[in-house]
């Protein structure tokens, strides 16, 4: 594969598995880890379900899953070849960023759904005592996430500079 021409195949392969493995442990699916691994290896950041599939030993079926749900999740990105109908699958320098961008709003919508069951279930009763706890550590991780991300915008132009 030309994307790792320099480096040792099977080390990127090793890489590819164990970083694969410790996703898997914090709770992506196998497939998915590996897709996700083997990307951001890759000295582009980008791969076709071909060089995936090739690379990664497994079918393109495989790959179609795992692409569709790092997508969803917005862990890469999609794009076209130029002058092809081949897509290319792209991990970002500031992908971990993007996502838990996106997952603010995801637990901004938990919060409104939990305030709901307070109020359904009643404040007093253990279930909407239970989900009063659940809401307020939401609001807790919201306001520090949204204050971290700030901090690392400055901390990334530091490190990398203006990309």
């Known amino acids: 594969m030309s994307d790792v021409a320099g480096r040792d195949p099977e080390a990127v392969s090793r890489f590819v598995e164990r970083f694969a493995a410790q996703l898997v442990e914090a709770g992506l699916a196998r497939m998915p880890a590996r897709v996700f691994a083997a990307l951001l290896a890759s000295d582009s ?5 071909a060089e995936l599939s090739q690379q990664l030993q497994v079918s393109p079926a495989g790959v179609s899953g795992a692409v569709r749900y790092l997508s969803q999740v ?7 070849e130029p002058g092809s109908r081949r897509e290319r699958y792209r ?3 500031d992908q971990w960023y993007q996502a838990l961008t996106n997952r603010e709003a995801i637990i901004k919508r938990w919060e409104d759904a ?9 404040a007093e009763t253990p279930a909407g005592h239970r989900l009063a706890e659940t809401l ?5 991780i919201e306001k520090d996430v949204a204050e971290m991300m700030e901090r690392w915008q400055v901390r990334r132009t530091e490190l990398f500079g203006d990309r």
């Open 45 to 49: 950041g980008a791969l076709t379900s």
């Open 74 to 80: 917005h862990m890469l990105s999609r794009e076209r």
């Open 91 to 93: 991990v970002h320098s």
């Open 114 to 122: 939990l305030r709901e069951g307070v109020a359904s279930l009643g």
């Open 136 to 140: 307020a550590f939401f609001e807790f």
